[in-house]
């Protein structure tokens, strides 16, 4: 696979579909923030002190392939994708106990999970611009939502351990 084909440099990119866009399009917005999203998933794994967690996140980025795929508009989100990640919710919800406002920063590996969570909230936001554009599986919303909502949990577990 040829990596530099100087197809770029006019501006334009070309969809795993074929189809070429701009690169400041709301897709490739959506698509490069998830790409953002899995780098530093990538690096705060390996900040994470809990062995669980590195596991999670090593999950999630497959997880987040399928989204980016989907984006590209080359695949659909599994249903057991969702479901997947409110398993995992639920069980850093009776493990993490909450009683104040969260100050993020308060070790660095939380505050890695706290950056990747803010990533992942500015993704959905951009997934919603492009839902306003042009048909997106109706998965990636609700998926994104709960992804953000597990990474809060893990940097809280992270403060806990």
């Known amino acids: 696979m040829q990596i530099s084909t100087k197809n770029g ?24 923030t998830l790409d953002e999203l899995d780098a530093s998933l990538g690096e705060a794994k390996h900040y994470c ?26 695949n659909i989100i599994d249903s057991l994708d969702d479901l997947y990640l409110n398993a995992i919710i639920e069980q850093f919800e009776e493990k993490v106990s909450i009683t104040e406002l969260v100050v993020p920063g308060k070790t660095l590996s939380s505050a890695k999970l706290d950056t990747c969570r803010t990533i992942c909230r500015r993704a959905e936001r951009r997934i919603i611009s492009l ?16 992804l953000s909502d597990l990474l809060f949990l893990m940097a809280r577990n992270e403060e806990q351990i």
Request: hydrophobic share 35%.
């Open 9 to 32: 440099d006019q501006g334009f990119t070309t969809l795993l579909s074929g189809e070429k866009v701009v690169k400041d399009h709301s897709r490739i917005e959506a698509f490069g």
């Open 49 to 74: 002190q809990s062995p669980n967690n590195k596991i999670v996140l090593e999950e999630i980025q497959h997880l987040l392939k399928n989204c980016m795929a989907c984006l590209a508009r080359t």
């Open 131 to 146: 839902a306003k554009e042009e048909k997106i599986s109706t998965q990636i919303i609700p998926f994104v939502n709960r």
